[in-house]
């Protein structure tokens, strides 16, 4: 059975600072792509940060330089950091696994999603 478990979210004023944790089981992580996404309330899933297996990141502009995605295969879990957080920031973010097998088939798996809130 596969889970990916978010934590880490919570209250944080502008400019402050949250770290989320992604634990996974029932993959084999080092083989995933690994990212975050959020959804804000009315809006739709976008992505924030990704990293591939082989440790390349990517992020939008309007995370870009705020954000940091990471991994560690040894506890198979991936992290988002995120400083200078803005209001605009608040959403639900959720941790997401993909990988495609030798034969083309797509596994994606999603975390339950974890509250960020950043209002003073």
């Known amino acids: 059975q596969v889970q990916l478990v978010e934590s880490g979210g919570g209250l944080a004023q502008p400019g402050g600072s949250l770290r989320l944790s992604c634990t996974t089981s029932?993959?084999?992580?080092?083989?995933?792509?690994m990212g975050w996404y959020r959804q804000a309330p009315g809006k739709e899933r976008e992505l924030v940060a990704a990293i591939t297996s082989g440790g390349i990141t990517n992020y939008p502009d309007s995370v870009k330089g705020r954000f940091t995605i990471s991994r560690d295969n040894a506890k198979n879990t991936v992290y988002l950091q995120m400083n200078d957080l803005k209001p605009e920031d608040t959403a639900v973010y959720y941790c997401n696994a993909h990988y495609i097998a030798i034969d083309r088939t797509l596994y994606r798996y999603w975390g339950q999603g974890t509250q960020v809130t950043v209002s003073s």
């Open positions: 029932g993959i084999i992580f080092s083989r995933n792509d």
